[in-house]
């Protein structure tokens, strides 16, 4: 194996996230409607979306396993392992503007003990998200 942690150029960046969902369609219009985005790709498993530099590709349940194989994929209920963090200049202003596109916040806004203002959301994957600023 190579030693790559003295190398600046390696990792620059993450490029692409894929998160396993059971009902891609209802994920897909969550995106969409909540975020504001545009399906930069999609087939009968998938549907890419633009976060900025970063691609998150929303991928069915059925479809994931051959990816992560010997892995296996988790039930959303078994817990949250990850967050995904989005700035934003106003917390208490996107709060609202989230209630009114019909997402129920699992927490916040809060003011954290490192200096930041944060609420959470769940999408209908059993992500979570978190708005920062």
């Not at 296996?72 to 967050?83: E, H, I, K, T, Y």
Request: hydrophobic share 40%; glycine share 10%.
């Amino acid at each position: 194996m190579t030693d790559t942690t003295s190398d600046p150029a390696w990792p620059t960046g993450i490029s692409a996230i894929t998160l396993f969902v059971e009902d891609l369609e209802a994920t897909k219009q969550f995106y969409r409607e909540v975020f504001g985005l545009p399906v930069m790709f999609e087939d009968g498993n998938s549907a890419v979306f633009g976060f900025g530099g970063t691609l998150i590709n929303l991928l069915k349940t059925t479809a994931a396993q051959e990816l992560i194989d010997p892995a296996r994929v988790a039930a959303p209920d078994d817990g949250s392992r990850l967050q995904l963090t989005l700035p934003v200049d106003d917390v208490d202003a996107m709060c609202e503007e989230l209630g009114a596109r019909g997402v129920k916040l699992l927490n916040g806004p809060l003011d954290r003990p490192w200096g930041i203002r944060t609420a959470s959301f769940r999408d209908p994957g059993g992500h979570i998200w978190e708005i920062a600023n």
